[in-house]
């Protein structure tokens, strides 16, 4: 578990932007399972260097512009880090800096239109290829990415099933995210939950959390069941992925004849469109709920991260660090 006492917090002079350069003033930071191993080794992406700022999703607005295509007073995303201010040419190291499109907050650029919602919908529609009547569990159902695939899932004409911790956060799973059940995964026992929710299998696992959980799904899989990995966090906090509890029950794919296939959403960014445009029409018909845990301030940096791993948040967590200090051009 991260400890406040893992960062420096450094002040240096705010940089003036160069020819082809603009000064984004960052406003809201992302805070996603992924940047902790990032902090500890090279995964997709190479692990952040000790001493380099920690890298990290983030909204800001233009405040300063020696670019002509971004300029000051617009609302902007990328991949910002744990800075109040930012330097670029647009490229930042992971996506490119793009315009928030008008009428959407920097609330919904980082959730449901930014990483997570993608996430949700891609995972969901291309890797685990949903008909409807299906059965599908999906684990961190509470979460930034699980509460969104639930409700798509629903929305596809699905049976839901949500894994979260504590009962408030199965609650909110049935009663809000409208889940056919949630199973407490801290208090039950969860393969034998999923039997007796699922008598006949399960036919897509959308799995967010790994570990044990992923093992109790294994054990209740239909005929050509696809696990979709979406991520792990249950294995995030070990330094070496070898500490990860490994699965045990692989081998019953092999019966099921079924499919366990990964997925990093940055392959999909061709396609990103497709997913706002289908995301924008479910919220617009009241079928997509969006919840946000916003905390407030930049020194609570480290604490807002450690909500993840604490299972405090229900939604996409985000901290807000500062207001647009210019009218939104
Ligand atoms: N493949 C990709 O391209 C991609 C993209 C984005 C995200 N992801 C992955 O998707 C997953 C969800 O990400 P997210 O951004 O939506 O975060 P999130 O679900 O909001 O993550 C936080 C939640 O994870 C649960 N959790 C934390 N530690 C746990 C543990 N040891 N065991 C079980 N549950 C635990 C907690 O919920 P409970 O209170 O219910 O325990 C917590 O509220 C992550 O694994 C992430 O890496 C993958």
Redesign the pocket.
């Known amino acids: 578990m991260i400890k406040d006492t893992d960062f420096d917090r450094r002040n240096e002079a705010v940089p003036d932007p160069k020819d082809g350069e603009f000064l984004v003033r960052v406003t809201h930071l992302s805070?996603?399972?992924?940047q902790r191993p990032w902090m500890s080794r090279d995964t997709y992406v190479p692990a952040i260097p000790i001493g380099g700022v920690v890298r990290a999703a983030g909204a800001g607005q233009v405040v300063k512009s020696r670019n002509p295509n971004f300029k000051e007073g617009e609302l902007v995303q990328g991949s910002f880090g744990w800075q109040d201010y930012i330097v670029t040419n647009g490229t930042t190291d992971i996506m490119p800096v793009t315009k928030l499109p008008a009428g959407v907050s920097p609330e919904q650029a980082l959730g449901i239109f930014g990483?997570?919602g993608l996430?949700a919908y891609f995972?969901l529609t291309d890797v685990g290829k949903p008909s409807a009547g299906d059965t599908v569990v999906v684990?961190?159902?509470?979460?930034?990415?699980?509460?969104v695939v639930v409700q798509l899932a629903k929305a596809l004409g699905c049976t839901v099933i949500g894994?979260?911790?504590?009962s408030e956060?199965c609650r909110w799973v049935v009663e809000q995210a409208k889940a056919d059940a949630a199973i407490d995964?801290?208090r039950e026992n969860v393969a034998a939950r999923i039997k007796e929710l699922a008598p006949k299998g399960v036919n897509i696992v959308f799995e967010?959390?790994?570990?044990e959980?992923l093992d109790a799904s294994l054990q209740n899989l239909a005929l050509r069941a696809r696990i979709v990995?979406?991520?792990?966090?249950?294995g995030?906090?070990a330094d070496d992925p070898n500490e990860t509890i490994g699965i045990r029950n692989y081998l019953l794919l092999i019966g099921r004849r079924a499919r366990m296939e990964?997925?990093?959403?940055?392959d999909y960014a061709p396609r990103f469109g497709e997913a706002v445009e289908a995301l924008s029409k479910l919220i617009a018909r009241g079928a997509l709920k969006t919840p946000v845990d916003l905390q407030e301030g930049f020194e609570n940096i480290p604490s807002t991260m450690r909500?993840?791993?604490?299972?405090?948040?229900?939604?996409?967590?985000l901290l807000k660090i500062a207001d647009p200090p210019l009218a939104r051009n």
């Open positions: 805070f996603d399972p992924t990483i997570t996430t995972g684990s961190g159902a509470a979460g930034a990415t699980g509460s894994i979260a911790g504590g956060k995964y801290k967010n959390v790994a570990g959980i990995l979406c991520g792990g966090i249950s995030y906090n990964g997925f990093i959403i940055l909500r993840l791993f604490e299972g405090k948040n229900i939604g996409k967590q």
